[in-house]
């Protein structure tokens, strides 16, 4: 549990903004030219009061990261978990919650495949490791299609970086009102994952 959460009910509340103002400028301006001058300055506070809530700027950057992999892991989960019966259901649950979760979290998305360089080692190490365990997770539903089904997988794990891509590559160009609608994008990408495994996207 990071200092931003052992506060009173009012400072949660301001520690979120504090999040959400560093997310904000992280992206705009890259983490290396955002102060925390300015993120104290967008959220309406003296920049000493920033401390109350973090210990430096890298444990904002570190926060943003951990809690998009702790959101995603969860919600493909639960995906999975709630999906009908069988392993092409749950993989295509998966790949659902996947890209609606990139295409809906751009920001934070850009923020962490675009940063990682300006974690020290321990923190950087606490990222790797939830983003190892999601690849493990979708590796393991990709194995499971493949023995249930027959399906000519190639190479499991390349299949997964196919699919992890497929996030990054959605979140890189979708906008919400855009002529494609999300569900549009969404079906889309399940097909082209399926049709990579040389699955019927009917099964």
């Not at 890298?58 to 702790?70: F, Q, T």
Request: proline share 1%; aromatic share 6%.
């Amino acid at each position: 549990m990071t200092r931003a959460t052992r506060v009173t009910r009012g400072g949660i509340r301001t520690s979120t903004a504090i999040r959400e103002a560093a997310a904000k400028l992280f992206y705009a301006h890259g983490y290396e030219a955002t102060s925390l001058r300015t993120v104290a300055a967008e959220v309406g506070i003296q920049v000493g009061s920033l401390y109350n809530h973090i210990s430096g700027k890298e444990e904002l950057l570190k926060d943003i990261m951990v809690s998009v992999m702790d959101e995603l892991l969860e919600a493909v989960h639960a995906a999975v978990e709630n999906a009908a019966p069988g392993a092409v259901s749950k993989f295509k649950a998966a790949v659902d919650c996947h890209i609606r979760y990139h295409a809906e979290h751009a920001r934070e998305v850009f923020i962490g495949n675009s940063e990682l360089r300006a974690l020290s080692d321990g923190d950087l190490d606490e990222v790797l490791e939830r983003r190892a365990e999601y690849e493990k997770l979708i590796q393991s539903l990709v194995k499971n299609v493949a023995k249930e089904t027959d399906a000519d997988v190639l190479d499991a794990k390349l299949q997964t970086y196919s699919v992890l891509a497929q996030g990054a590559h959605v979140s890189s160009w979708y906008k919400s009102g855009g002529p494609k609608s999300l569900d549009k994008v969404v079906n889309t990408y399940i097909t082209m994952a399926l049709r990579q495994l040389g699955v019927d996207e009917n099964s």
